[in-house]
């Protein structure tokens, strides 16, 4: 064919590509039977990991009169963060929020307006998307439980849990995923990092604040009951959190394989950091230090599970154990505060060090698969990243103590009287107990 020939041709070469182009453009948005099946079972599993994972990893670390309190507050939450995010959760979090779209969506899908058999988000059904978030806003909330174990109304924690899934929760997942500011500086935040574990950590920790010390602490031993438990529940963190992160990619291909690969370097390496950190520092390795390092590990390649490679998560997982131990020993001790299950040390702190990590790992010349939108450089990825990180921490805090003012004032309090917390919550809060002796 001659280059006149091709001239020529070219006014019907045009007329094929606008031909074709709006059925590519509609091949987006196919309904994929395997990502679907793929996103059902990551759902299952992220659910799996509040109930039963959280709930047994916590119980565990109470004292037997407080074991029932903790599961019952998991599991409750789990049924009020399923309604409230049907109600107006998913709207205000992924919906157009019109003028104020930077900072929270509207309300155009409460009530799942519109998100019917039909409707779909990229190439599953919708339905799917939403209740995958949903189970999303189901744990960030569930995890605040751990900072203020044995000393919080149940009442108020309910109603607290409520406001703030509004107020701070959905906004700020609107931030990152649903078209939000920090999304268009391009912070990475593949599966909850700044969203999910920097929010709670912050948020326990001020609450544990407010609320004050558990009483007798820190003069009085409070030995976790039951390690076993807790150790179960670890591992099925562990389990759940492939869902968590490889399903963040919404689709069954290459990006989620390799989520669910640094997903599994990273938390072993975490749990072998703060093992031996333990072990050098205290003479033996114990089981909590290995299921809590598992979870930093967990929580710091959460942010970068999407975008670094085998050995930016190898880092990752080292620096989560070692800095998330200091964090929960050294920084608790230095502080006086009382995060009962140490929520902050390795929530917040995991997430921050995952977080600021991504920034770095994500780079191609560090095996990551680039780094986010409008960012050329590793200086220019870390300030985005820092912002993230920042803006979550100042929004969290201070929303959460406004939020437990409001909370307190109208419930008469936010915590059991002294007699209750001597007692337990097992039975002053729920008339039951954990263990028949």
Known sequence: ??????????????????????????????????????????????????????????????RSKNVLSVLMQCFAITALMTILWMVFGYSMAFEDGGGLNAFVGGLGKAFLAGVGVDSLSGTIPETVFMTFQMTFAIITPALMVGAFAERMKFSSMLLFMAIWLFVVYAPVCHWVWGGGWLGGWGVLDFAGGTVVHINAGIAGLVTAIVLGKRKGYPTTAMPPHNLSLTLVGASMLWVGWFGFNAGSELAADGVAGMAMAVTQIATAAAALGWMFSEWLSHGKPSVLGIASGAVAGLVAITPASGSVGPMGALVIGVVAGIGCFFAATRLKRAFGYDDSLDVFGVHAVGGIIGAMLT????????????????????????????????????YSGVATVVILKIVGSVTGGLRVTEEEEEIGLDLSCHDERGYII
Not at 8 to 29: F, N, Q, T, Y
Request: hydrophobic share 60%; glycine share 12%; no cysteine.
């Open 359 to 394: 920034g770095i790992f994500s780079a191609s010349a560090f095996g990551g698969a680039g780094l986010g939108d409008g960012n050329n450089t590793v200086f220019a990825q870390l300030v985005a990243q820092a912002v993230g990180v920042i803006a979550t921490l100042i």
């Open 1 to 62: 064919m001659t280059f006149s020939s091709l001239g020529a041709r070219r006014p019907l070469l045009a007329a094929l590509i606008l031909a074709v182009a709006p059925s590519l453009a509609m091949a987006e948005d196919t309904l994929s039977s395997g990502d679907t099946a793929w996103m059902l079972t990551a759902t299952a599993l992220v659910l799996f990991m509040t109930i039963p994972g959280l709930a047994l990893f916590y119980a565990g670390m109470v």
